[in-house]
C-alpha cells in the first residue's frame, strides 16, 4: 500500500525558512506529478505547488518567488523549501499526486507562521 508521510514542519517567525519533505512508499513518484498542498484553519485545502516528473514546476501565485518545489525520484521524496516565511502561510501541508487522490492524504505537517 503506499503511503505519503510529511515532515519538517514547525513553529517559525515572520521571515524565516522551513524545508517539508514527503517520502513515498513504493514506486508512486516516479512517473506522477507531485504536489504539495497546504490547509490553513477554516479555509479549503489549496495547491501550493507541483512538479512533474521531469521536474517542471508551477507555483500558487501566493508563494511564488518564496516557495522553491523540488523532487528526488530514486529517493522517492518531494521536497518544499519555504523562505520568507509570512503569517498567512500558516496551515497544514500536505503532498500528494496532481491531481490529488482522496486515498493518499496523509496526516499532513503543521507550519506555524508567528512572532
Known amino acids: 500500500q503506499v503511503r505519503l508521510v510529511e515532515s519538517g514542519g514547525g513553529l517559525v517567525q515572520p521571515g524565516g525558512s522551513l524545508r517539508l519533505s514527503c517520502a513515498a512508499s513504493?514506486?508512486?513518484?516516479?512517473?506522477?506529478?507531485m504536489g504539495w498542498y497546504r490547509q490553513a484553519p477554516g479555509k479549503q485545502r489549496e495547491l501550493v505547488a507541483r512538479?512533474?516528473?521531469?521536474?517542471?514546476?508551477t507555483y500558487a501565485d501566493s508563494v511564488k518567488g518564496r516557495f522553491t518545489i523540488s523532487r528526488d525520484n530514486a529517493k522517492s521524496t518531494v521536497s518544499l523549501q519555504m523562505n520568507s516565511l509570512k503569517p498567512e502561510d500558516t496551515a497544514v501541508y500536505y503532498c500528494?499526486?496532481?491531481?490529488?487522490?482522496?486515498?493518499?492524504w496523509g496526516q499532513g505537517t503543521l507550519v506555524t507562521v508567528s512572532s
Open positions: 500528494n499526486l496532481w491531481p490529488s487522490w482522496s486515498v493518499y
Open positions: 512538479i512533474t516528473s521531469a521536474g517542471s514546476t
Open positions: 513504493g514506486s508512486i513518484l516516479l512517473s506522477r506529478t
